[in-house]
């Protein structure tokens, strides 16, 4: 008998951010990615208590309506990461809570420009090893529509 059986994901779903304020985000799951990647822009650096935050801007959804967003994290360090076409780029990492699946827990993120990209959120094997499985024929398995549990909790920054 299998105790907790992990949960399966599709390669592709929604999830929320509730700590940058994002509501409802579509992610690739990749498991070819060890870090996951959050497409930023406008980044201001900033030191608070003598800790380095970044203020910057993401895209979300808002009743089916994409929208873009500002808000902030406290920068955990600045990562070396190689991209798919070999690239190095040298990025900052924040962590912040995930909800996916009903469950929710924190992640690391690095931040960089997705912009080109078709998802701008990957989610990469460290924020998923040992809590789910990645079905790739599957797609949107949590639901299409992200219950908003923290939608009172969401206030927008600035």
Known sequence: MIKNPMKILGWREYCSLPSLGCKKIKVKVDSGAKTSSL????LKYYKRNNKQY???????????????IE????????RKV?????????????????ILLGET??????????????FKMLLGR?????????????SFL????????????????K
């Open 39 to 42: 497409h930023a822009y406008n």
């Open 71 to 78: 808000t902030k994290a406290r920068v955990l360090e600045f």
């Open 126 to 138: 460290e924020a998923i090893k040992k809590r789910f499985l990645i079905n790739p024929a599957k």
């Open 54 to 68: 970044v203020k910057f801007d993401i895209h979300t959804f808002e009743n089916k309506t994409p929208v873009s």
């Open 105 to 118: 827990w924190k992640i690391e993120l690095t931040l960089t420009n997705r912009d080109e990209m078709g």
């Open 142 to 157: 949590c639901n299409k529509k992200v219950k908003n549990e923290t939608s009172n909790s969401l206030k927008r920054k």
């Open 82 to 98: 190689k991209s798919s076409n070999g690239h190095v780029e040298e990025r900052p990492v924040v962590e912040t809570e995930i």
